[in-house]
């Protein structure tokens, strides 16, 4: 799992975390200790979950992305498929 493997790559630094989202971590950007995140993955997360396409779509874009936690928050990778 990447997130495992940035853990122990950073065993002394304090990092983010999204909630339940887990296996949707592609990345980590090291000079702001900031995890990278996938869009896609996220939205297939919440889909897994019960949501429709659009329920994931709007729970993404108000509850996730547009949510500020200090310098920390995580950066969301709009993937191009």
Not at 26 to 45: A, N, P, Q, T
């Amino acid at each position: 799992m990447i997130l495992q493997n940035i853990i122990e790559l950073y065993p002394d630094e304090e990092i983010l975390i999204a909630d339940g989202l887990d296996e949707a971590v592609i990345g980590f950007e090291s000079s702001s200790m900031r995890l990278i995140y996938s869009v896609r993955k996220c939205l297939d997360i919440f889909i897994s979950q019960g949501m429709d396409e659009v329920e994931a779509q709007e729970y993404f874009s108000f509850n996730v992305e547009g949510a500020y936690v200090g310098e920390q928050t995580p950066i969301w990778c709009h993937d191009i498929l």
